[in-house]
């Protein structure tokens, strides 16, 4: 059984992203049927985030009786607001397709590069399994450390369990075998959100 949420942050600047599972959440339904254990997944559209709201599915473990007309979860939902970035060491990748690097938790993949009039089209794939962490900016120098202007940013956002992936595409102005990557980690807190919704079925239980 799910239900979808969209939260929408209160400030422009505050990023909001689905916490982990807790047993602060409590799901039954409207016989009294207890749903079992909760838990909690940032959810997207298309595969895109939607900013700078965020949408989360509330899981719960059991299906709703047949009989049932409504569920009810009541609790608190775990909410990160995010509000600054740190920045990560730089690591060298190799700008040719399957090369690889790894910036702390994260797994930095070529899916393709293509030099073209002294410009490079590079598509990156980011991989991580803490979702917790997620990454913001992304930034590149030359290996000397200066600074490319970059164009371009994040194409699709895909979850499945514990991965979390981001595929991007930039227009690097540099023709070099090699660059420097930086990425910026999002930083902030958890805080928890009071939730107490009743919510029908809309057709028949599954």
Known sequence: MEVGLLLTPSEEKVQL??????GRLVCKDSTGKDLGKVTIAPVYSMG????????????????PA??????????TL???VLDGEERMEPVALEMKKGATASAGHVALTVENAVVKD?????????SRKNK????????????????LEAKGGTKHIYLAQEDYTVECEYAIP??????KVVLFKKTGREVQVPL???????????
């Open 78 to 80: 775990p909410v990160q």
């Open 132 to 147: 917790d962490v997620p990454v913001g900016r992304i930034l590149f120098q030359k290996m000397d450390g200066t600074a």
């Open 17 to 22: 992203v689905a916490g982990r599972e807790n």
């Open 48 to 63: 895109v985030v939607i900013p700078p709201q965020c949408g989360c599915a509330v899981n719960a473990r059991e299906a």
């Open 174 to 179: 540099s023709a070099d075998a090699e660059l």
């Open 118 to 126: 002294g410009s490079i089209k590079l598509n990156l794939k980011l």
């Open 196 to 206: 107490d919704l009743k919510v029908g079925l809309g057709g028949p239980a599954r």
């Open 66 to 75: 047949p009989e049932a007309q409504w569920i009810h979860v009541k609790g």
